[in-house]
């Protein structure tokens, strides 16, 4: 059964750096794409990153040149590290995989199959 386990969120100050992973077991399959989401309270979820198998990546414009995703095939990990964080970075974030296919860059969540259970981000001002 697969399982997706998020972890490295916390409480960092504004202007500070996260690195946050995702360890993906269980799957018997290679996953079309992998992706970051979060969950701002009072707003709907939206995507933040993505990566597909050959390594092409995607990234919300709110995101652009404050974050990097990556992937280690070796260790089933998906990362995402996260620079110059803001107040308005605050939320839960969730890793999400898409087993057949996906458009990297409409960071869509319906296009997401599976889905980890979140790690808490909060940035104080």
């Known amino acids: 059964q697969e399982q997706l386990v998020a972890s490295g969120g916390g409480s960092v100050q504004a202007g500070g750096s996260l690195n946050l992973s995702c360890v993906a077991s269980g799957y018997t399959y290679s996953t079309a794409c992998m992706a970051w989401f979060r969950q701002i309270p009072g707003k709907e979820r939206e995507g933040v990153a993505a990566?597909?198998?050959?390594?092409?990546?995607a990234y919300a414009d709110f995101a652009k040149r404050r974050l990097t995703i990556s992937k280690d095939n070796a260790k089933n990990t998906l990362y995402l590290r996260w620079n110059n964080l803001k107040p308005e970075d605050t939320g839960m974030y969730f890793c999400?995989?898409?087993?057949?296919?996906?458009?990297?860059?409409?960071?869509?969540?319906?296009?997401?199959?599976?889905w980890g259970q979140g790690t808490q981000v909060t940035v104080s001002s």
């Open positions: 990566i597909g198998m050959d390594g092409d990546t």
């Open positions: 999400a995989s898409a087993r057949y296919w996906c458009i990297l860059s409409l960071l869509d969540p319906n296009e997401y199959d599976f």
